[in-house]
């Protein structure tokens, strides 16, 4: 697998497969192959490159990358929108010669929430939805995108619109957020340049709205973050009677984290709090670096279904 252009040492390093994974993915999302990849590499001078399309050969090989595989596919989560897509284009050709009679599973309306945090693979997919016949409802708001170290586009929406030939159209007020919280966002996000209508920033809250309040805590350092979290969670327990973050009385609370990597902390900042009632889980809502997990971190990573 082409492990000449890296040493041992780079391959064992954690930092180093995780930028592999990321350089795998990004040219998955791009719809480069291994042949693509490593043509790049060599025409601008990216030996890495050209591993890393010896390694998407390898991803690319095997009877369990194809959709007509009869038990679980393998596939990298960056390859899988494009997979689809394909399969979605050729069904009504491909479909009869394998015996299949059914019509293409797509259906009738696909609703997208949050597409500011999607790849464009997306995009792709949706395309490939709208010709079969189904009608494409996508929301997005560019300021709370959070997916760009993954892949993801803040500006999808552009894109999709021009691509299914429609108009964007905005939404008006806002109804999940204080009328504090949503002027804080307002004066945070106009500092940040954007593209196309400024419609969503001056859209306000909603008449029955609650005011709200906002208290903020600087902590310089983790450890001062995590006295912080610790006195807040205090400021809750049974035991005690003054409130410092205000009022409420909590006999169990649930922390949720997006990464595992957090969580260790956050326990010790609950033993800090005397809460042992706090319970910690993990939401994985994105995956730090969606690529090829398995060939990266070597067969001992196989069958595991959380992405990386």
Do not use: K
């Not at 042949?35 to 590499?41: P, R």
């Not at 940040?192 to 350092?221: K, Y």
Request: charged share 25%.
């Amino acid at each position: 697998m082409a492990r000449g252009h890296w040493t041992a040492d780079a391959r064992d390093a954690r930092l180093f497969r995780a930028e592999l994974r990321n350089l795998v993915a990004r040219a998955g999302e791009a719809g480069m192959g291994a042949a693509e990849l490593s043509e790049a590499g060599d025409r601008f001078g990216r030996p890495e490159w050209q591993g890393a399309g010896a390694i998407v050969a390898a991803l690319e090989e095997g009877p369990e990358r194809s959709p007509e595989y009869p038990r679980t596919l393998r596939v990298d989560l960056s390859r899988i929108q494009a997979l689809a897509a394909d399969l979605i284009d050729a069904w009504e050709q491909d479909a009869p010669s394998h015996g299949v009679q059914a019509p293409c599973p797509v259906p009738d309306v696909v609703i997208v929430d949050d597409l500011q945090d999607c790849t464009p693979s997306t995009l792709r997919l949706l395309e490939a939805c709208r010709d079969a016949g189904a009608r494409i409802v996508a929301f997005s708001d560019s300021d709370v995108a959070v997916a760009g170290y993954r892949g993801g586009e803040p500006h999808l929406d552009r894109r999709l619109a021009s691509a299914l030939g429609v108009e964007i159209a905005e939404l008006g007020q806002v109804y999940d957020m204080s009328r504090a919280v949503r002027e804080l966002a307002r004066q945070a996000c106009a500092r940040i340049a954007q593209s196309g209508s400024p419609a969503r920033r001056e859209a306000g809250v909603a008449d029955d709205a609650p005011a709200g309040r906002l208290m903020t805590h600087l902590g310089a350092t983790p450890s001062q973050m995590g006295a912080l979290i610790a006195r807040a969670l205090r400021s809750h327990h049974p035991a005690r009677r003054h409130r410092f973050f205000g009022s409420g009385c909590y006999r169990s609370q649930l922390l949720d984290g997006r990464r595992n990597a957090p969580l260790p902390g956050a326990r010790r900042c609950a033993r800090r709090g005397r809460q042992s009632r706090l319970r910690l889980r993990n939401t994985a809502d994105h995956a730090p670096a969606p690529g090829p997990r398995d060939h990266a971190d070597g067969p001992e990573r196989h069958g595991r279904g959380r992405a990386p």
